[in-house]
């Protein structure tokens, strides 16, 4: 039978809610941090904000800027302030929250079709690879994907944002990667969960898209990518 990606010699894997349960751990997080915000404007008797308001605005800021791609978590709690109509927080408050967020959310556990889809790939002598964003101030993401339990399976890690390289959706991390492989992007196929950082920018850099839409919530996914998928364990028929 033959084999949609046939040319494909790299597969390139983002890695929160690609290859671990980012989300999950991040809800968790954002809980925390709301919580202590909270506390905080009690205690400096700033406002009187119940914990639903001061949620519903952390978590709808903090999911506007990560989809305009900020990660810098402290940038998060400031906007989120704003938003509530607080001033005059010290940017060292801002680092405790952000050390907390992290605390909690890099507790990720790996999907276990990732695990299973990975040393499928290694058995069949891919060249591998992982092209993610940075954290941002505060956080540490080289320190995160090196506690994966199959990080030694990695042949190229580009972390965009950091050592000089652009972020995604720059194209940047993707061309790169390709030169760290010794391929050309026809013969890559990038995978991940986010339809414009992950699928559109690696697509524009030439590359082959998967996205992996594991909530099914992506409105017309196959206009970001080549294929979509429920589960990494499908792609197997693929590759």
Known sequence: ???PFSAAKAVFFDYDNTLVDFQSSSIKALDKV???IRD???DEAKEDISLSKIKQVVFD???KLDEEGVVDRNTWWSSS???LGIKGVDRSQFYDWTNLYWS???????FPDALQFLDYLVNKRYVIGMI???D???GNKKKRISKFPLYNVFNVVIIGGEDGIKPKPNIDPFIIACEKASLSPDKCVMIGDDPVKDCLASKKAGYNAILVDRSNKVKFPELYADFVTYKLVDLEELL
């Open 1 to 3: 039978m033959s084999r």
């Open 34 to 36: 709301s919580a202590e």
């Open 40 to 42: 905080y404007l009690i």
């Open 61 to 63: 800021t903090s999911n």
């Open 81 to 83: 302030l704003d938003a």
């Open 104 to 110: 909690i959310a890099s507790q990720s556990e790996p």
């Open 132 to 134: 993610t964003n940075s």
């Open 136 to 138: 941002g101030e505060g």
